[in-house]
């Protein structure tokens, strides 16, 4: 079956435009996770979606940034006004339940968006 | 702060020889390690989890835990340049069944 799809793969664009990433996770998966990855830098949570729980938003760094999940399965990062130290590897994840520390459930991750800010 | 610290390398292993990755973590309450394999320009596949104190093997791939120390490894044996990556080490957050801590990773080349 299909994996995790992102689109763009590659987004570059000037400060202080809006941006859009797309992410289509595993079908059947409940949980979804957005992720930023920027060179020598661990992976930086950003937000979670679990069902039609309340998101995690609590690693999203500033109110530019924001995240929808529709019908429990596509996602959207919106970045508005971009700045230059936005430029990263923006991965999405996703996973049958969410349970993050068990190995049942393990992430399956897209290939990412890599957006440079000019 | 929770934190988790690998080498950031390149760690270069001639072809054949053992690998050995490491990981330290900042919270004692961790209980799931994973690592993380992640080729460039592409997105992470999980490799290995571990829970216990000990080695846990799979195949070229073992992983150790130690509790007390704060300290989690990976072993590849017979090293193939097929497996040169960056190897991410991730934790779970204690008190979250779903949020994970990574390493910034160790970049691996295996010559030939």
Redesign the interface.
């Known amino acids: 079956g299909a994996g ?1 799809s992102q689109s763009p793969s590659n987004k570059v664009t000037e400060k202080g435009k809006d941006v859009e990433l797309r992410c289509d996770p595993i079908s059947g998966h409940t ?1 979804l996770y957005w ?1 930023r990855q920027s060179l ?6 950003l937000i ?1 979606f ?1 069902g039609n729980s309340a998101p ?1 938003k609590s690693g999203l760094p500033s109110d530019r940034f924001s995240a929808e999940r529709t019908g429990g399965s596509v996602s959207t990062l919106t970045i508005q006004r971009t700045q230059q130290e936005d430029s990263a590897v923006y ?1 999405c994840a996703s996973s049958s339940s ?6 049942n459930s ?2 399956h ?4 968006t890599r957006l440079t800010v000019t | 702060q929770k934190e ?1 610290e690998q080498n ?1 390398g390149p760690l270069s292993v001639p072809e054949g020889a053992i690998a050995s990755l490491n990981c330290t973590y900042s919270d004692r309450g961790s ?2 390690f ?1 690592w993380y394999r992640q080729y460039s ?6 490799i290995m ?1 571990i ?1 216990s104190n000990g080695d846990k093997e799979d195949g070229r791939f073992t992983a150790q835990l130690n509790k007390a120390s704060q300290y989690v490894s990976l072993l590849i044996r017979d090293s193939q340049p097929s497996d040169s990556a960056t190897y ?1 080490c ?1 934790v ?1 957050f204690y008190g ?10 160790t970049k691996l080349i295996i010559k030939p």
């Open positions: 995790v949980a992720y020598g830098q661990g992976l930086e949570f979670y679990q995690d991965l969410g349970q993050a520390s068990s190995y393990p992430l991750f897209g290939n990412g | 988790v950031s209980q799931s994973f320009g592409k997105s992470p596949e999980l989890f829970y991410l991730a779970n979250s069944n779903y949020q994970l801590i990574w390493g910034a990773g």
